[in-house]
């Protein structure tokens, strides 16, 4: 019966498979069987039958019958009757309300944040990958602005058990992943962790996980000395205040942190430039170009100013390294040319 579906399946790909290579491959299956002191064929000896008479010796082939075949790709389904738990019964109703079908094969949404539905799909895929509910994919669309998304759907079986094992943080999507983010954030202790926690959780609308995220950030900011580490973190901040204008959360807030962050690093940086190594002098200039990138991009005059002034202070120390003095030499002029 297993030769004949194998048999059925390759024909269907346009292979030749002939009566003859069924019969070969049967009698292999129980040649190996016998040998193995087995009562009868099993999968395994199915499978290296059907490598050597059907497939040539090639993996391939078997790659196909194992998508194909062993493991198909068909969903089951489980009886409308079956209790299921409330996150599961939460994700299939706001899966139904949005039209986001669970399906094996992949799908292509494009949304448009400024639409209503389409701006609670978004909250909604965002809210899965904050619960590690990866049946979403996300990917950039060059020249749509902010208020476009692209993302591809594939639903997995797997997923039933993740959304099983997250339901203990909540009977509901928004309340499970509000939860699972301030636990996640309790345990970061990196101000770039908490950072990029803060930047994937600002478009999932959780309020309460947001204003978490925000107090440890401060207080992670105002215990560092050091203000190299700090520009580390500066474009995600500033990517996260550009959602003001399509989330339904404040940007103020994440601004008021931007501006104290870089009150301390215009502070300690022009010190942290001087008796380095030509290594760590390019590190530095890295993180001053992103850093420049993300303050032109938050178009904030006194913040644009403050940079300005810790740039000069730079180029102008004679105790600083060379490449750093002439890359915020060419930073000033750029801002004089604009």
Not at 99 to 117: G, H
Not at 227 to 237: H, K, T, Y
Not at 238 to 260: C, E, Q
């Amino acid at each position: 019966m297993m030769m004949a579906k194998v048999a059925m399946l390759f024909r269907n790909q346009q292979m030749d498979t002939s009566v003859a290579h069924i019969i070969e491959a049967v009698r292999l299956a129980q040649a190996l069987a016998a040998l193995r002191n087995l009562p009868k064929a099993g999968l395994e000896e199915l499978n290296e039958a059907t490598l050597s008479i059907l497939c040539n010796g090639e993996p391939f082939m078997m790659g196909l019958l194992h998508d194909g075949l062993i493991v198909s790709d068909r969903i089951g389904e489980v009886p409308e009757d079956i209790p299921k738990p409330p996150l599961q019964l939460d994700i299939e109703r706001q899966q139904k309300k949005l039209r986001l079908p669970a399906t094996a094969e992949w799908k292509d949404f494009t949304l448009d944040l400024r639409k209503e539905n389409d701006l609670e799909r978004s909250v909604f895929l965002h809210r899965l990958l904050l619960l590690e509910i990866k049946w979403g994919t996300k990917t950039n669309i060059a020249g749509k602005g902010t208020f476009k998304e692209q993302w591809r759907l594939q639903w997995n079986p797997k997923f039933s058990i993740d959304v099983i094992e997250k339901g203990s943080w909540g009977n509901t999507t928004e309340e499970a992943a509000a939860k699972y983010v301030t636990s996640l954030a309790q345990k970061t202790i990196a101000l770039p962790g908490v950072c990029v926690l803060l930047e994937n959780t600002i478009p999932a609308e959780l309020p309460a996980a947001v204003e978490s995220l925000i107090f440890q950030i401060n207080n992670l900011a105002a215990a560092s000395g050091d203000g190299v580490p700090l520009m580390e973190v500066i474009p995600a901040l500033v990517n996260v205040s550009r959602y003001g204008n399509v989330r339904k959360v404040g940007a103020a807030t994440v601004l008021g942190i931007v501006d104290s962050m870089v009150a301390r690093i215009c502070v300690s940086v022009p010190a942290a430039c001087t008796g380095i190594d030509e290594d760590a002098a390019m590190h530095l200039m890295e993180l001053c170009a992103k850093m420049n990138d993300a303050l032109s991009l938050l178009q904030n005059n006194d913040i644009t100013l403050l940079w300005q002034q810790t740039l000069r202070s730079i180029a102008g120390s004679k105790s600083t390294s060379p490449v750093i003095a002439g890359y915020a030499t060419r930073l000033l002029a750029n801002f004089k040319l604009r």
